[in-house]
Structure formats: C-alpha cells, structure tokens
C-alpha cells in the first residue's frame, strides 16, 4: 500500500511564495512519473505540472514562469515550488503518482489528500 502525503499549503498574500511537498511511503518498487493537479471550488480538477523519472517536466500554462516542479528520488519526495501568486491559483493541490509499481507487473496510481493554498488579495 502506497500513500502521499502533501504539506505546505496555507494562506499567502499575492505575490508571495509557497513550496508544496508530497512524501511517498509504503512499498514501492519502481516510481515514474510524479505530478501536481489542482482543483479550485466549482473547477475541474486540472494538471499542474508533472516530472519524470529523468527529470523531464512539463508546466500549464497558466502557471508557467512561476512554478517549477522537482523531486528527489532519494527520498520519494515531489515538490512544488509557487512563486508571484495570484488569487487565481488558490485551490486544492493534490500529489499524483500515476505510475507506481507495487509489485511484479502490477502497476498502480495513487493519490494524495490534498493541501489548501489560499492567496488573498
């Protein structure tokens, strides 16, 4: 069993900064890619941003320029790194591995809790 745990969301004035973290535990064989959703109330959930296993990421648009994501294979851990927030982005952020090998051919996607980011304006 796999599970993510994000923090770092909280209140920020626009302008300002957040880094989300999501802490993978539990068994784990292999790891693709990892990502970041956000889901604003009456939105659909949308992709942040996203990393592969290399390194390789891809960011929306919409934020692109002011997030960057990364992660440290060492410790299972994805961060999210918001820079010049604006009311726009205050929404739930969920942690998403949508490739996580649990055992021999068996793969699975996992979801976080989420954390609230509130940017106040």
């Known amino acids: 069993q796999v599970q993510l745990v994000e923090s770092g969301g909280g209140l920020v004035q626009a302008g300002g900064s957040l880094r989300l973290s999501c802490a993978a535990s539990?068994?784990?064989?292999?790891?693709?890619?990892m990502a970041w959703h956000r889901q604003a109330p009456g939105k659909q959930r949308e992709l942040v941003a996203v990393?592969?296993?290399?390194?390789?990421?891809h960011v929306a648009d919409s934020v692109k320029g002011r997030f960057t994501i990364s992660r440290d294979n060492a410790k299972n851990m994805v961060y999210l790194q918001m820079d010049s927030l604006k009311p726009e982005d205050t929404a739930t952020y969920y942690c998403?591995?949508?490739?996580?090998?649990?055992?021999?051919?068996?793969?699975?996607?996992?979801w976080g809790q989420g954390t609230l980011v509130t940017v106040s304006s």
């Open positions: 998403n591995l949508p490739d996580v090998m649990i055992e021999a051919h068996k793969w699975v996607a996992v």
């Open positions: 539990g068994s784990m064989l292999r790891i693709n890619s």
């Open positions: 990393i592969t296993s290399g390194g390789g990421t």
